[in-house]
């Protein structure tokens, strides 16, 4: 079972770039998903988190009306729509599963991806 995250790049401050997480896998419906990031020399930390069906969502208060997480059980597939992207953002963006309910601790999440690198420049 893996995680293949895609979709980080290098965008101007004020941009947008939408992340993508497939699942290797056909259970993928029965976990909720979570992205989180890591800044450069900072600890990994929550960004947004979705439930099994979609219909409930949570994100860390920084990122709230800018970035939304949606996913396709269809695809097995997560997204992160990032809009207004701040150099703040900068960072090498996870995504993740996780049986517990929209959880926004690490420990919760049991199967990590590669990792995507987002760089916003100023």
């Known amino acids: 079972v893996q995680l293949q995250a895609s979709g980080g790049g290098l965008v101007q401050a004020g941009g947008s770039l939408r992340l993508s997480c497939t699942a290797s896998?056909?259970?993928?419906?029965?976990?909720?998903m979570g992205w989180f990031r890591q800044p450069p020399g900072q600890e990994r930390e929550f960004v947004a988190a979705i439930s099994r069906s979609g219909g409930s969502t949570s994100y860390v208060d920084s990122v709230k009306g800018r970035f939304t997480i949606s996913r396709d059980n269809a695809k097995n597939t997560v997204y992160l729509q990032m809009n207004s992207l701040k150099p703040e953002d900068t960072a090498v963006y996870y995504c993740?599963?996780?049986?517990?309910?929209?959880?926004?601790?690490?420990?919760?999440?049991?199967?990590w991806g590669q990792g995507t690198q987002v760089t916003v420049s100023s």
């Open positions: 896998e056909r259970t993928f419906s029965a976990y909720v």
């Open positions: 993740a599963r996780s049986l517990a309910i929209l959880p926004t601790i690490r420990s919760a999440y049991n199967l």
